[in-house]
C-alpha cells in the first residue's frame, strides 16, 4: 500500500477553478517552424528553471528490446536536430550504435510544459566534438578518459585513482577528445509540444515529418 502522505492529492474543482481566475487567458499553440517554437520555450525554461532547462530524457533500447531512460544535458539544436555527448562505450552508446533511433523528453515543471521527440539518431562531425570536447573544463575533461562510464566500478577510489593518473598523464598540456567519446543527433521524425490548461484540458500539438517539410495535428489530452 503506497503511503498517501508521500503522492500530492489531485487538485479540487476549486483549485482548477482559482487556477482558471488567476491565470492570464492563453491563446492556442501556433502552428509554425516546430524548431522556433522548441527554441522559444527553451528560452523561457531559462528564465524559470531553477536547475538544467537543458536537461532532457534520452530512451533508447537495448539488445532484448527493453526501454532504458537517462537524464542528458541538450548541448545544441538546429534544423539538423538536438546534441548531446556522451562515452559511446556507455549503455546509451551501445544502445544507440546498435539501434540508432531514440525518444526525447523535457520536462519544465515551473512552465507545465513538456516536449517529447521521436527520431533517427546520427554521430556528430569529429569536429563537432572537438569544438565542444575543447569548451569544456579541464576536470570534465579528464573525467571523460577516466570514468568506463555504466562499467563496474570497484571502489570510489578507483575512479579518484584513474582521475589523478589522467591528470598525470596529461600534465598542463592541452587534453584530447578520447576516442570513445563524441555526439550524438536526434533527427526527429516526431515532436509534440503538451501544455498544462485547466481541469485537466490539456493542449497537445504535433509536428510529424514529411520529407523536408511538417503537418500538425492535435490530440486530445
Known sequence: MTDEALIPASPSDDDYVRQVTQAEPLPLLPEHDPFALFAEWLAEAGKKEP????AVT???????GMP?????????????G???????ESAKGVELNAHPKAALLFHWKSLRRQVRIRGLVESVSEAEADAYFASRARHSQLGAWASDQSRPLPDRLALERRVAEMGLRFGLGKVPRPPHWSGYRVVPQ??????????RLHERLVYDRVGD??????LFP
Do not use: C, H, I, Q
Open 51 to 54: 536547475n538544467d532547462p537543458n
Open 58 to 64: 534520452v530512451s533508447t533500447v537495448d539488445a532484448e
Open 68 to 80: 532504458d531512460s537517462r537524464m542528458v544535458l541538450l548541448k545544441d539544436f538546429d534544423a539538423r
Open 82 to 88: 538536438f546534441v548531446f555527448y556522451t562515452n559511446t
Open 190 to 199: 516526431v515532436m509534440e509540444f503538451w501544455r498544462d490548461r485547466p481541469f
Open 213 to 218: 517539410a511538417w503537418t500538425t495535428r492535435r
